[in-house]
């Protein structure tokens, strides 16, 4: 008689809800682009972004206007965006800081991008620049 081979044991692959602090840095042809804040995920594929982008207006390389903006989703999915900090020295409008709350659900297993973009309308060849994206698995 052979053996009795026993079925595996299927490893555990829950995640449990936590939260992380998150950091973003991007230099967009002279104008310094920040984030920063807090990730929170229930395990079960639910997540929350809390926190602020800034944009450097004062700084002396930065010309003109300038956007930038939180950018998440899932892998599988196209980015989504957030509201945006604005910065325009040659009109005076200096919103520069932008309150970033977003959330979101995930299918089971799908692991959640985030990363910070931004525009720089002074310049014609490449005024788009997004920070490295980071992943998170949250479910």
Same mark, same amino acid.
């Given at each position: 008689?052979?053996?009795?081979?026993?079925?595996?044991?299927?490893?555990?692959?829950?995640?449990?809800?936590?939260?992380?602090?998150?950091?973003?840095?991007?230099? %967009?042809?002279?104008?310094?682009?920040?984030?920063?804040?807090?990730?929170?995920?229930n395990?079960?594929?639910?997540?929350?972004?809390?926190?602020?982008?800034?944009?450097?207006?004062?700084?002396?390389?930065?010309?003109?206007?300038?956007?930038?903006?939180?950018?998440?989703?899932?892998?599988?999915?196209?980015w989504k965006?957030?509201?945006?900090?604005d910065?325009?020295?040659? %009109?005076?409008?200096?919103?520069?800081?932008?309150?970033?709350?977003?959330?979101?659900?995930?299918?089971?297993?799908?692991?959640?991008?985030?990363?910070?973009?931004?525009?720089?309308?002074?310049?014609?060849?490449?005024?788009?620049?997004?920070?490295?994206?980071?992943?998170?698995?949250?479910?």
């Amino acid at each position: 008689m052979g053996a009795t081979v026993q079925p595996a044991l299927a490893a555990s692959t829950a995640v449990t809800p936590g939260s992380k602090k998150v950091e973003f840095h991007l230099n %967009n042809h002279g104008a310094p682009v920040s984030g920063e804040g807090t990730l929170s995920w229930n395990g079960e594929g639910g997540y929350t972004f809390a926190g602020d982008i800034g944009i450097g207006c004062d700084a002396p390389t930065n010309e003109g206007r300038v956007t930038a903006w939180l950018e998440y989703g899932g892998t599988s999915e196209s980015w989504k965006k957030s509201n945006e900090a604005d910065c325009d020295k040659q %009109n005076g409008q200096t919103d520069w800081h932008a309150v970033i709350n977003v959330s979101g659900t995930l299918k089971k297993g799908e692991k959640l991008e985030l990363r910070v973009s931004s525009w720089n309308a002074t310049r014609w060849f490449d005024p788009y620049q997004a920070s490295e994206r980071q992943v998170f698995t949250i479910s």
